[in-house]
């Protein structure tokens, strides 16, 4: 693979410049950045779930705040690596290789848009909808199509939520580039390849496949592509944001004590020098506010994840353009650091995600989604009855199809479904199943 291919800016769905008449400031990488953060999809993550029910009078992470703090860092990652790139690969045109950060940027942006509400509780509760109603549902579809709905993937709906044409929109669905659309498929094959994840639906194998082609990806096997390279800083980004970001939220939030969370992120410091050790020390004393305590670590705690991650990226250039399997940066790192997020991995598992009011939020949301599922998808297999007009008649316009094919009907039931925010998914329950009438 080449850079000049990997970060072509060609937009996706596009068959002629439709760049804006008005506006020659931007280029399509920027414009792609501020698509996103002007969409409707980005928005409404402001009301998704990050890990802790959605905040009361402590603010913690939503999905929107959790997006926004991922491609902050990309960026930064984005401007440690394309320079070293810039050095190692003199061929690569300049300009591309500039938006790098900006690439790595929008693509974090996108990373979590096509998850569901409720976390992974609702990816949870898609995926264990259809597995659990096989018996009715299976023979409707072909193994692929099944694959799909059983192992539904946030990752692989953000591509479809991205690429699709709903009713009254154009072509293309965003018409982003296509060097940040392959950044953001994080598991670049199908449901049918074998593997644990997935990063495109069937519905969307032609897209990715034309993606694929136009930024240069090795095709492993049928199906089966390399990552775009990028996507191993997009995936870094994610990593180092929510493991350290989930800490600081369960200390504002009582569950972690401030000794505790001060320790686990002063760990990430335990080789460095006495020197930089007691610099860190002095500004903690110099600051008495516990929490802007554990903001000044957690901060220094991310730039040090940046730095040695953007080290790994360069370690491993070759490889990744040779379309060469390599390990999540994070998962390459070594010595305090790598120690530090192995016990902060370890500590959000038992004490973080396995809190009452995390597990309170994902057995909820759980049984929402569930439940919005299972009436919706009767209502949209079974048309004529007469609930099912009355429920039909909830699906907004543009997820209306005109197909009969099973696959593409339930397919917009999951777009509408997973489109919905925790606050209306839980209202749209409440109404469908009369705990609650609607006021005029």
């Not at 998962?331 to 309170?360: C, F, T, W």
């Not at 919005?372 to 039909?392: D, G, H, R, Y």
Request: aromatic fraction near 10%; glycine fraction near 4%.
């Amino acid at each position: 693979m080449n850079w000049n291919t990997l970060l072509n800016p060609n937009r996706f769905g596009a068959t002629e410049n439709t760049s804006n008449t008005y506006d020659n400031t931007r280029n399509d990488f920027q414009r792609d950045y501020d698509r996103l953060i002007f969409s409707s999809p980005f928005r409404r993550l402001q009301n998704k779930t990050q890990v802790f029910p959605l905040p009361g009078s402590i603010f913690v992470h939503n999905r929107l705040t959790h997006s926004l703090e991922v491609s902050s860092v990309g960026r930064s990652l984005g401007k440690n690596t394309y320079r070293k790139i810039q050095e190692t690969h003199p061929n690569v045109n300049e300009n591309l290789l500039q938006e790098i950060p900006t690439i790595v940027s929008a693509a974090c942006l996108a990373h979590d848009m096509g998850n569901p509400p409720f976390g992974h509780s609702g990816e949870d509760a898609i995926r264990n909808f259809f597995s659990e109603n096989e018996a009715s549902l299976k023979s409707l579809f072909d193994d692929w199509e099944w694959n799909d709905l059983i192992r539904f993937e946030g990752n692989a709906n953000a591509l479809r939520l991205l690429t699709q044409q709903l009713n009254g929109r154009r072509k293309g669905g965003y018409r982003l580039s296509h060097a940040v659309l392959a950044s953001i498929v994080k598991y670049p094959y199908s449901s049918i390849a074998g593997l644990k994840k997935l990063g495109f639906f069937k519905s969307e194998a032609s897209s990715f496949k034309h993606i694929a082609e136009t930024t240069g990806l090795v095709e492993l096997n049928e199906m089966v592509y390399c990552r775009h390279p990028l996507v191993y800083l997009v995936e870094a980004a994610d990593d180092i944001s929510y493991q350290i970001m989930d800490i600081e939220d369960a200390h504002k939030l009582g569950i972690l004590s401030t000794n505790d969370t001060i320790d686990y992120l002063r760990a990430f410091f335990a080789d460095e020098t006495a020197e930089h050790r007691n610099r860190i020390d002095s500004t903690l004393k110099e600051v008495s506010d516990i929490n802007e305590q554990v903001a000044y670590l957690r901060s220094i705690a991310i730039s040090k994840l940046v730095e040695d991650c953007s080290s790994l990226f360069i370690r491993n250039i070759d490889n990744i353009l040779d379309g060469q399997p390599v390990k999540p940066l994070i998962d390459q790192l070594s010595g305090a650091p790598k120690n530090a997020m192995d016990i902060i991995a370890e500590i959000a598992k038992k004490q973080v995600y396995q809190h009452r009011h995390v597990v309170e939020i994902e057995i909820a949301g759980f049984r929402i989604l569930y439940d919005l599922l299972q009436i919706f998808t009767e209502a949209i297999l079974n048309p004529k009855k007469s609930l099912s007009k009355k429920v039909i008649s909830l699906i907004p316009y543009q997820f209306i199809i005109e197909s009969e094919e099973p696959y593409a009907k339930i397919q917009s039931i999951l777009d509408f479904i997973s489109g919905m925010t925790d606050v209306y998914a839980l209202d749209t329950y409440r109404l469908i199943k009369g705990i609650e009438l609607p006021s005029l």
